[in-house]
């Protein structure tokens, strides 16, 4: 229970930090929102592919 509650301590305060950030800097937060976020998801997706699909090949003599 306690792990819970510090996780949800956490969300909040950054859920407060981020929306400041959003009121003082609204341009960079369109950025960082709407072409930063995508950007850095699509590159997760790409490196945890890898990091499965390597192996895999480098197993079957594929690579």
Same mark, same amino acid.
């Given at each position: 229970?306690?792990?819970?509650?510090?996780?949800?301590?956490?969300?909040?305060?950054?859920?407060?930090?981020?929306?400041?950030?959003?009121?003082?800097? &609204? @341009?960079?937060? #369109?950025?960082?929102?709407? /072409?930063?976020? &995508?950007? #850095? /998801?699509?590159?997760? /997706?790409?490196?945890?592919?890898? @990091?499965?699909?390597? &192996?895999?090949?480098? #197993?079957?003599?594929? #690579?």
């Amino acid at each position: 229970m306690r792990i819970t509650k510090s996780m949800r301590k956490f969300e909040y305060e950054f859920d407060v930090k981020a929306e400041r950030f959003l009121w003082k800097h &609204p @341009v960079l937060g #369109f950025l960082s929102i709407f /072409v930063g976020m &995508p950007i #850095f /998801v699509l590159a997760c /997706v790409c490196i945890s592919t890898m @990091v499965i699909a390597f &192996p895999i090949a480098w #197993f079957f003599g594929w #690579f």
